[in-house]
Each structure stands twice: as C-alpha cells, then as structure tokens.
C-alpha cells in the first residue's frame, strides 16, 4: 500500500516520498517497508535512528525524521488501525460440525456455527448464529454460548455458563470451576477438620468480552459470578467466585479477585495487583501493578499503589522519608560543624 493511500485511510497528511508499505514494526525492529509511530518527544533518537520507511507523528513534531513522515492525531490510535489494514485475514471456518467432535442430539446449533475436532458439547447447551467453537473444547451441560463468540482451543466452560455476543475467549480459558469454598476448624477432640462448600452457583459472561489465555473465572458459590460487557481481561488472571465486574473494565495479566468483590464501570486493575474479598471498587479506579487493596476504594482515589494500596502522593512520602532523614542528618552535621568552626574562632 502507498503512504499516501495509508494516510488518507487514516486521517492523515503525508510528508516526503511515497513509499511502499507492508506492515507495521517498532522504531528498533522496524525495516524497509514497516509503518512505525511515534507520540513522545522523549524518543526522538529512536526516531531518528529508525529504518522505518514511513513513521506516524504527531501534527506538532518538530524534530523531522529519516524517512517519510505521515502526521496525525494520534500515532498510537492510528498505528492500531493500521496493524488491521496490514494484518492478513484469520483462518475462515466453515459452518458446521466435524465428524470427530461430540455433540449432544439435544443440543440446538444455530445458523452458520462452527465446531471444530474433539470438541464436546454436552446436553441442553445452545450456540448462537455464527459461533466458532475450535477443537478440543469442552463445553458442559446447560451452557448458552451468544452469536459470533469465538472460543479458541482447549477452553472449558463448566455447567451453565452463559457468555453473551461476541466475545473471544484464547487457548486455556477456565469458566466455571468451584472456588476456593471450605470450612475448616478443629472438633472437640482437637482433630482439624476441613470441609468443601457445595459450589451452586454459574458464571455469566456479558457481550463483548475477551478473556486472554489460562484465565480462570470461578462458579458462584450461589447466584453468578458476572463478568460485565466489553470488559477486557489478559492471561494468567485469577477471579474468584461471585466476584462481580461491572462492565467496560480490564484486569491485566497475574492480576487476582478474591470472591464476592464487586468492580466498578471503566476499572482497570494492573498486572499483579491483588484485591480482596467482599470489598467494593468505585467505578473509574485504575489499581497499580503489584498493590494489595484489603479495603473497598470509593472513588475518592481514582490511582492506587502499594500494599496497601494508597495513593501515589502518600506512597512518595512513606518511600522517600528515609531519603529526607538522611539528608536531614547530613545538614545537621554540617550545621553543626559550622558552629564549631564559628566557637573555635570566637574563642
């Protein structure tokens, strides 16, 4: 593609040659032939540096660069919707069911669904026009799977777990599993004893969420845990039972929910970050990597950090307290210095 048909599509203005374009590539590993974008000033010895031959800048940028410069409103946007232009197209997958996969006769299959190999598909469940269910997955009893969801290879959907419209789920996604449910205690005699609490609930999964791969999202010990719309959550997340997330939210990656805490509309809760149980997230609150939040958030706070989870204004206070004390004494020291000096020459 031209940089001066790319930049039409985008919204853009051309500066310099009219190069062939082909994909999309980082400033450092981009090639002849790569789009590359660039939003930050701070940067402009990548920018320079790069073997790009088009870069996508800011209408601002001042500092020119080495190759053809296509100027728009947000490079990191723009360079996003030229990754689909450039991105060739998934794998179709025809409608219908492969002869090795199991499905219930009891089992209704809408229009133009897609099963894949080895895949079962248990008694009572439904799948919406357009569903692609890939190989080997396993989708339990009463389960209802919406239009258009994709459902990558080797996910498991436990006994009535509902997912809306057209959601994607990748390779190792877990919905419905029991939680962490036990009591445990010591008897009369001293034994210890531990004892598992019937998991009764579903999960239900709203449209248009993805759900990245080995994600686990547990069964309500009863009622649901909900998974609201457009949330967006990454691999390797944990999200116990009857955890509750409003809806347009993102949980990135190692992040983890103990059960029954409910989240709020547009959260984004940061890689590692754990939050406890029974405990209520404000809509809008971004949790930073790695905090520990052991108490509801009212939105007051709309950043976190630390464990526990404060603001960043008083975690710079508590981190840089040591440094001022030093530094503090160090004054001390030569004030005191000083007067001894001073004494030494009054005397």
């Known amino acids: 593609m031209k940089a001066s048909e790319l930049a039409e599509r985008l919204g853009g203005t051309l500066e310099g040659e009219d190069v062939d374009l082909v994909a999309c590539g980082g400033l450092e590993e981009a090639r002849a032939g790569d789009l590359s974008f660039c939003k930050d000033p701070k940067h402009v010895q990548l920018v320079q540096a790069t073997k790009a031959s088009a870069v996508l800048l800011p209408p601002d940028w001042d500092r020119g660069a080495p190759c053809a410069i296509i100027r728009v409103a947000d490079p990191n946007h723009a360079c996003m919707a030229a990754a689909r232009i450039f991105a060739p197209p998934e794998p179709a997958r025809a409608p219908g069911v492969h002869p090795t996969a199991i499905v219930d006769p009891s089992v209704k299959v809408g229009e133009g669904v897609h099963i894949g190999p080895y895949t079962v598909v248990e008694k009572g469940t439904v799948l919406g026009d357009g569903a692609v269910i890939e190989a080997q997955v396993w989708i339990g009893e009463g389960c209802t799977i919406g239009a ?18 057209d959601c994607i789920f990748h390779c190792g996604v877990r919905l419905g599993g029991d939680g962490y449910g036990f009591n445990n205690g010591r008897r009369e005699d001293g034994s210890v004893y ?93 949790v930073g990597p790695q905090a520990g939040v052991p108490q509801s958030l009212d939105g007051s706070l709309k950043y976190v950090i630390g464990a526990p ?34 004494n030494g020459k009054g005397a």
């Open 309 to 342: 989870a404060m603001s960043m204004k008083d975690l710079a206070a508590i981190t840089l307290a040591p440094k001022m004390v030093a530094k503090l004494k160090a004054e001390i020291k030569a004030l005191k210095a000083e007067i001894e000096k001073l």
């Open 148 to 165: 258009r969801t994709h459902i990558y290879p080797q996910v498991t959907l436990r006994e009535g777990t509902k997912v809306g419209a």
């Open 194 to 286: 531990i004892e598992k609490i019937p998991q009764l609930g579903i999960v239900e999964i709203g449209d248009g969420v993805e759900i990245g791969s080995n994600t686990t999202i547990d069964r309500a010990r009863i009622g649901r845990t909900y998974i609201g719309p457009m949330t967006k959550i990454d691999n390797l997340v944990q999200i116990g039972h009857n955890v509750k997330v409003k809806g347009y939210s993102g949980l990135i990656a190692q992040s983890g929910v103990a059960g029954s805490t409910e989240i709020g509309y547009g959260c984004l809760i940061w890689a590692q970050a754990g939050i406890s149980g029974h405990i209520k997230i404000a809509d809008g609150v971004q």
